[in-house]
């Protein structure tokens, strides 16, 4: 028999390896068969074997080993049964022998063989046989718990059910006993199920308690289908109907509602009201036909049904509705639990909605039972497993916690947060914990001029559960690497102003001053503790200025220091010992941390504990030519990697980064231990092997840093590079040492050693390039020590390559001049100049390089004319050197600012054009040309700023006018008409489409008011009989010929040039324009205008007193006059098409208008009554539209419908308004087009799908009533989509990812233009509309400005005095009872009840947020009202393209009213958090102005041109006075505007004015005092 064994199991193949045919994976097969003949002679013989105790152990080992190797499932499956017979019978094996077979078939089965059924089935008969017995359970129960579980989570049916039958019958038959009992682990073992989703076992478990007799029926009978009718086809009075038709027996059927509603017993209340609802209907679906029947087909030709066939019919339905009766509760329950055992996703989904359900079911004292077991239960050791799967188990009874009210230790939650995967659901809840205490009021920041003092939170002796939840919150944020509201939090909770000042250093960049700061608060720690202790929350603060302190040395990359810290005696800092020593190298130390790392390095650390392992391994000389000690080590950093991403959030945030900056750090390890097998003496002389280090290095320095990038990582990359540089250099420096030695002629001998050492040069000028490199990325970070450190490890490379000397060179002088630079800084920047040989500069361009540095260090010293002569110099030397000519550019635009001298702006303007030749930086061509534009307007008489833009225009490529298109356009009309004509000539000869829009707006609004002029001018001179007084031709049109010609000759060009792509757009902007329906989108415009008068006019502060007897204005009236006017057009006919539509068939559409708003006697003209009026008539408006809003383009748009991609190379809609490299074209236009209000507008959506497969949404909109509005708003879109570029350029502006959401706005007519949309935008007012309705009971939207109205109403009855004291109780009680400061954060949780969908959500809307408020407060905005702000449920973002720059129309000035500087409500601050706003809003909108206050940056030169088309659009009268009167006061406009941006950038001592401008726009004394139709609660 052991023989036959050994020659079965030789056949064994290991699991790992490949796959045999089955011919050769059992050769020898028959020797199952003689197994299983000796196996059935020996199982009945075992009573006579029990003497011999040796023969007996080893027939079970052999079975044993047949159970572990036997690649037979046929002999497997009989020995099974043979077990069962023995374990049934109770005869043959012992109890133990039982109990080690059934273990071993266990382990083994579900590994080897998990998908034959057959064979499970057979072993887990006999575990349910011996559960189903009482003897035999009480002895093997206990060891064959996981074979139990197994059963539990077969895929069978069948026996699952079996299973879960018999541990139904050994738990509490009650709801409450048996949930006590499942999270008891007294009572179950999950451990032993292994990674399954064991919910489905708890679901099951649940609702099994219901009563499986009992028929089922839906909890709701309004969910029912209705019973079937035919009365519709016979007489009723001869046809019975279903409710009374007879059955098969005589007797009458019951109809639907009475089976549902009859006696028969609903199913208790276990799962959700949902699932029940939606899937016990009792009714046939429509393709289903029931039993017994014959199915009916529909014919186009069915006669009308006589009385027997009617009478049939019912009877039939009858019997199936009888036949409910019999669907017992148990057939819904066996069916909804194999669902959930079939889709785990289902059956998560349940128990988040069940568990809720549940509880509030469940008595007090029970509530009171799990609240006290569960949440030891999940943090049970025996779930570890299921923090490795997604989803787990675990992890679903976290989710399903949202909703109730379980109290869970602080400590608990920050545990489960990170092994089961909860972290943002585990954040969200410590956030309550450590704010409950808070109240609303504790929201508002304190007017403190220090960055971080806000409110404190509770000391430790205060509240205990607060202070561990905020300190489990602190730890949560640092490991989710949100360093924005750690730090929010931080400076929230210390008690020290050391802390303030270094935190925010640290998390703004400024990690030297930081350091500094922490020394200094350590030395004065120590100091003042000496010889006493410091209470709890003190040691936590002084931990916290350690800790910290060592992140600021390691961006300061001081690993030396770092070094000596960690071997501190008590210091205990192993993982930093071990950090530091690979760097300095001191692979002795790392040998001996890594040989302890197990016990001494956090689990977390493991990954980084495999890679260094890997790095010593490499270093130490093991043979990289073996699979051996490197190889394993980086696979298992790989593994463990994957393992920890396993249980990070499924959205990719800031805490993947360290993840991914890992994954580099292993390719790395892989490349550089490829060029060690490289370096073996086997062939580290062959060529192939060179060729392999050389592309390695290559593609190494190809591979460089992101200026976002965290310096810390490029810092391990660059350290690691460098050791392998210097293995290169030591290798080859050995074998040209050794070359001499060998017995070799002289030639070969100085052949071998020039390879060997230009193969070290090699390596030595990729070290260097190396260090530049770090060096480069040290100084944007703003690190000047650490890159002067690194810098001056050049000097000991022997040989370097000229151009990394060049930078080298370029960097150090750079460093040097970092702000804040004193004189000293720059005169060591001179030194380091005086001191190059230029000799050795032997390109032209790093020699012209270098003088223009000087050049530029010579005009910070103010020696203009060296400057200048040296610019010269640098220019001569290389005439292509764009650096140079930018920099003598700048420095002669610098000096026409004070001296005013036209040759300065000659040169200026001449030096950016050359420097914007062959300029790859996008940014800096962009500076320039906005200072270009802005020189322009400097010109003189003889036109020589233009001439010199003429001659060179060429420099700059068509490509990079195009974001200037406008600003061309508008100059058509000025002195630099010809060469604006000229640059705009070539665009459309290369770029039709992006030009074709824009001029012929700009046509078309030059005719019109062309058209306009002359009209008034013909009716002037029909009304004035002298008419020899007044001129022929008006002076206006002297201004508008040229423009209009140029335009004329332009569109001529292009129709010459492009005939069939504009033949394409006309036919576009035709079909748009027509699609408009101009009765209801101009007087429903037209009422949203005169409502947002009215309102204005009514809450303004002189009118609040007096507001019951408040008449229109004049302004008003004539408005409103003119909405009637439109009215009696539209009635009879004489407005454009669609005037025959809708309402405005209707004659007596005209009358009501004209009752509802007679301004005949006084009580009409009062103010509220038009305002109330107003609202009646867009209410009516609106009703009326939302029955027709979808139409089809073959309706109403055949171009539409026939367009295709081969009509015409027809780009989307505003591709060109953002420049890039590929534009998308338009594939074709979807079939449907919608009516959706947006804007306080109606609106056409329609879908356009592009070259690239997507779908693109528009909004098509009319703007006649106001076209100078639109055009200020495009004009604020193209100034922000210019700064969003600009907020690229700066790392901590980049790294939060800080960019507007600018959508593209096209004007394919002066009245008309296409938006950019998405579907899943919704405006803040919407939310509140939603608010509104699903409030019990539902309230009117209008309900805080009615209040309003009604209380300063009553106060003018009672003579009461109007003051801040009064209007604040109003805005008060609003929002107290009427609006509550939680709306957005209700919608919000909502929208997103995932938690980590919700914190995604909740931080984007905070970045948008911040920069909103930033440009806001910066640009002089007036806040928009709610219904023009814009949240993007997609991901998160605000985005609007109502805002324009305040100029007065009069004055061009600017200008601002509110007595806030940015909108920040109640709701959004809720919405944000106290931590959200004190960290990440606040820090945002420091990085961003701190970005755009850079003056390389040149954010000054597009301000300067955007509000000059912006104020010479708005004033009235343009004339020289006016013009000259512009120029100074742009300057000073745009002063202003950046003197805010520093107000809110400056970081002097660590102090910011932010937090006290968000407290004064967060106040209630402010809030109160604006308009409520502004919303201040939302």
Known sequence: FQKLQKEHCSVARDPNQRQLPRDRQYPNLSTSDLIMVCIDLIKDQLDLLINVSDIRKAFFGILTLLIEKSPDPKLLKNLTEVVGQWVKTSSGATMRERALLLTKMNTNYERRYPHDKELMSTFLDVILFVYTDETLQAELGQKLESAFMTGLRFSEPDMRCKFTEVLRLNVASDMPGRLLALISPHNFNWKLIGPHFWIKQFIEMLISVNDSSKPITPPNPEVMLPSLHVSAYTDSTTTPTPATAPNSSGEPAVSATAAATGDNATVPTTATTTTAATTATPAVPPTSTPPGTTEVKEESNINPPTHNNVQMLAEKHGTFLESLKNNKSSEFITSICQLFHDNTSVAYHAWINIFPELWNVLSKEVQMKLSRDLPSFLCSVMHQEQGEIQPSSVGCILHSLIKVPIPIRACYLKYLGGAHNAWHQMALKLEELGTSGETFASFQLHQKQVLGEYPVIKDDTQDNVAYEAIDCLTALYSQLNEHDMWTGLWLRRCKYPETIKALSYQNLGFFELAQNVYEGAMKNATLTYKNSTATTAQQTEFKLWKDQWIECT?????????????????????????????????????????????????????????????????QQDEDPGQEGPVEKFWIQAINNALKRWRKLPPIVSNVHVPLLQFAQQVAELHEAQTIHKNLLPNKVNQHASKSDIKGTLK???????????????????????????????????????????????????????????????????????????????????????????????????????????????KEQIKTHLLPPANQQDVIASLDIIEGINMRVMTKPEHRADILSLKAYVLSLLGKSEDAMRTFSQAIQVNDQSTGAWGLWGQYCD?????????????????????????????????????RILWLLVYDNAEETLSKILEKFHTCVALERWLEWIPQLLAGLGSKEARVFHLILQNIGRNHPQALYFPIRNVYLSVRTEYQDIMGRHKQLLENNPNKSEIPEQPPELTRLRPRMAWCTKLLNILRDIHPTLLSALESIIDTLCYMKDPWYDEVLHKLYTAISMCEEEAFEIDHRQDVLNVKISPHIY????????????????????????????????????????????????????????????????????????????????????????STADVYLIGEYLNPKAHYVKIARFLPKIETIRKHSISARRLFIRGSNGRVYPYLMVHTSSNVRKARSEERF??????????????????????????????????????????????????????????????????????????????????????????????????????????????????????????????????????????????????????????VTRQNGSLSTIHYQLPVNRDTGEFQHEQPIPFRLTPNMMALMGPTGVSGLMVFCMIAAARCLTDPKLGVDGILHVIIKDEVQSTIKEVSEKRISSMISDIPAAVNSILSRLQTAASFEKAENKLPSLISLTTTPENLCRLDPAWYPWL
């Not at 790392?590 to 977390?604: E, F, G, R, S, Y």
């Not at 005037?1139 to 103010?1167: C, M, V, W, Y």
């Not at 509220?1168 to 867009?1178: I, P």
């Not at 009840?1393 to 914190?1399: A, E, L, N, R």
Request: aromatic residues 10%; charged residues 20%.
């Open 554 to 618: 390691k961006q300061c990359s001081q690993w030396d220091i770092l070094n000596e810290f960690s071997r501190i005696k008590g210091s205990q800092h192993p993982s930093l010992l071990m950090e530091s020593a690979w760097r300095i190298p001191d692979w002795t130390t790392m040998k001996d941390v890594l040989n302890q790392a197990d016990k001494i390095i956090p689990n977390d650390m493991s990954h980084v504990v495999s890679l260094y392992r890997g790095y010593l391994a490499l």
């Open 699 to 809: 593609a190494w320095r190809n591979r460089k840093p992101v200026i976002s990038d965290d310096i810390t990582h490029w810092n391990d990359v660059f350290s690691w590079r460098q050791h392998n540089h210097q293995k290169i250099i030591d290798v080859y420096t050995t074998l040209e040492n050794q070359v001499g030695m060998q017995d070799n002629s002289e030639h070969n001998i100085t052949m071998l050693q020039n390879a060997h050492q230009q193969n070290v040069i090699v390596g030595q000028q990729h070290a260097a390039a190396t260090i530049v490199t770090y060096a480069s990325l040290a100084r944007k970070h703003g690190l000047s020590s650490s890159a002067q450190e690194w810098l001056a490890r050049v000097h000991t490379i022997p040989h370097v390559n000229v151009s990394d000397c060049h930078k080298k060179l």
């Open 894 to 930: 610098e000096l026409f600012k004070i001296e005013k001298n036209m040759y300065h702006a000659e040169s200026a303007i001449a030096c950016y054009l050359q420097a914007c030749n062959k300029q790859k930086d996008d940014a800096k061509v962009r500076k320039y040309i906005s």
């Open 1118 to 1205: 004539k408005y409103i006059h003119g909405i009637m006017n439109y009215l009696n057009n539209a009635v009879s006919g004489t407005t454009r098409a669609g005037a025959t539509r809708d309402l405005s068939k209707q004659p007596s559409i005209k009358h009501k208008f004209e009752a509802d708003f007679d301004f005949s006697n006084n009580q009409g003209r009062k103010l509220h009554k038009v305002l109330k009026n107003l609202k009646n008539w867009v209410k009516m408006l609106d009703k009326s539209q939302s029955s027709n809003n979808k139409v089809y383009l073959e309706e109403r748009c055949s171009f539409f419908s026939r367009f295709c991609a």
């Open 1277 to 1430: 879109l193209q100034l922000i989509r210019m700064l969003n570029n600009t907020l690229t350029q700066r790392k901590e502006s980049c790294k939060r990812n800080l960019q507007w959401r600018v959508p593209k706005v096209v004007a394919v007519s002066p009245g008309s233009r296409l938006i950019e949309d998405d579907v899943s935008n919704i405006s803040i007012l919407e939310i509140y509309k939603w608010y509104c309705k699903n409030r019990t009971p539902e309230m009117d939207v209008d309900a805080p400005i009615a209040y309003y109205y009604e209380q300063l109403g009553h106060m003018q009855n009672d003579g009461s005095v109007l003051n801040r004291v009064a209007l604040g109780n109003i805005y008060h009680y609003i929002q107290k009872n009427i609006l509550p400061p939680t709306v957005l954060q209700e919608w919000a949780k909502k929208t997103y009840p995932d938690p980590v969908m919700y914190w995604t959500f909740r931080h984007q809307i905070t970045r948008h947020t911040a920069l909103d408020c930033l440009v806001q407060f910066a640009l002089f905005l007036s806040s928009l009202k709610p219904e023009f702000i814009y």
